[in-house]
């Protein structure tokens, strides 16, 4: 993705992201970019696509990259408050370049989700 960026002269207008999307079966598929500031044409290996505007439940993941299911964690015990519900896939924000020494300690966690219209039930 960087190369056809580089390729084509533009430049990112953020950090790199990744968003997975559990497939049928177990399976997941990866979708990895850069935010740009154009619409880019498809190439190849290269797709367009956009992260969903809206509200969003955002958790920083500061420990090394093995403790990250613990964030995910966060998030799911979050959720389970009901104050509001997941609508869509997460993805992960890399705020380190891949040649900073605590690459992967600086990971933001975006989850979209909405509000209920209801406010949720408490005893």
Not at 21 to 26: A, C, E, V
Not at 36 to 51: C, F, H, K
Not at 59 to 70: A, G, I, M, N, R
Not at 106 to 118: A, G, H, K, S
């Amino acid at each position: 993705m960087a190369e056809h960026l580089r390729h084509h002269g533009i430049a990112p207008t953020g950090y790199p992201f990744a968003r997975w999307h559990p497939l049928p079966g177990g399976g997941i598929a990866a979708e990895a970019g850069f935010p740009v500031g154009a619409p880019i044409a498809n190439s190849g290996e290269v797709e367009a696509s956009s992260l969903p505007a809206g509200p969003v439940l955002a958790v920083w993941h500061s420990d090394p990259d093995e403790k990250l299911p613990l964030s995910y964690h966060a998030v799911h015990d979050w959720l389970e408050t009901g104050d509001a519900v997941a609508t869509g896939d997460s993805w992960e924000i890399y705020h380190d370049l891949p040649t900073c020494e605590h690459v992967g300690t600086r990971i933001e966690i975006v989850q979209p989700i909405t509000f209920p219209t209801t406010p949720p039930h408490r005893n």
